[in-house]
């Protein structure tokens, strides 16, 4: 199991930056694979901004990779998404995510924060 502990968000105007942070819990049994964000828009579905792998390999959106920026601290088991140029269009719910199984199985999991709202003013 892995717990997801969220944190940032909030408002911002059109221009603005926003910082989110996640950290992981999990047992010792229990590997990482990667850590990433996803958000959702009213109406529609969810949708990957961020993720790093447990190698250090990151991918992005389409429309976050010149404005996000995602980072990984191994030792702290946590994750951080740093947004800046936020547009309306960003606004959303942001959800931690983390892809996780059993040290030595090749079978993973997926696991969700709670979930942390973003509102970009124009």
């Known amino acids: 199991q892995v717990q997801l502990v969220e944190s940032g968000g909030g408002s911002v105007q059109a221009g603005g930056s926003l910082r989110l942070s996640c950290e992981a819990s999990s047992g010792d049994d229990f590997s990482i694979k990667v850590m990433g964000w996803y958000r959702q828009a009213p109406g529609k579905q969810r949708e990957l901004v961020a993720a790093v792998t447990s190698y250090g390999e990151t991918d992005y959106g389409e429309y976050a990779q010149d404005r996000f920026s995602i980072f990984r601290d191994f030792t702290k088991n946590t994750v951080t998404l740093q947004m800046n140029s936020l547009k309306p269009e960003d606004t959303a719910v942001y959800y931690c995510?983390?892809?996780?199984?059993?040290?030595?199985?090749?079978?993973?999991?997926?696991?969700w924060g709670q979930g942390t709202q973003v509102t970009v003013s124009s």
């Open positions: 995510n983390a892809r996780a199984g059993y040290r030595g199985s090749a079978l993973s999991f997926d696991y």
